[in-house]
């Protein structure tokens, strides 16, 4: 069964870091493009940032761009998102997601797998 499920999420000052983490099981990662997607209460889902398979090319939305980074452990069949300088516009629900597409894509539909979310709220 494939399954995604992210967790690191959390209340953090503004100006402040948290890691959020991406754990795969019933596929290896490493073998799917992975997403980073953020929703706040009210707004669509938009796209934070994506890890190709191969290669370690990365795409990032221009919001996060300097200040986040998506790395990836294979050996721990993980994703990370590392988020640096948190400002409140970067409260939302974060959301890991697959794709078999050679892709960084920021568009949600070319994710076929999904995490259930993580909580991150800036706040002082």
């Known amino acids: 069964q494939v399954r995604l499920v992210e967790s690191g999420g959390g209340l953090v000052q503004p100006g402040g870091s948290l890691r959020l983490s991406c754990v795969a099981s019933?596929?290896?990662?490493?073998?799917?493009?992975i997403g980073w997607f953020r929703q706040a209460p009210g707004k669509e889902r938009a796209f934070v940032g994506s890890?190709?398979?191969?290669?370690?090319?990365?795409a990032y939305a221009d919001s996060v761009k300097g200040r986040f980074t998506i790395s990836r452990d294979s050996a721990k069949n993980t994703v990370y998102l590392q988020m640096n300088s948190l400002k409140p516009m970067d409260t939302a629900t974060y959301y890991c997601a697959a794709s078999k597409y050679f892709t960084t894509s920021p568009n949600p539909s070319d994710y076929a797998f999904w995490g259930q979310g993580t909580q991150v709220t800036v706040s002082s």
């Open positions: 890890l190709i398979q191969t290669g370690g090319k990365t």
């Open positions: 019933g596929f290896t990662l490493e073998d799917y493009a």
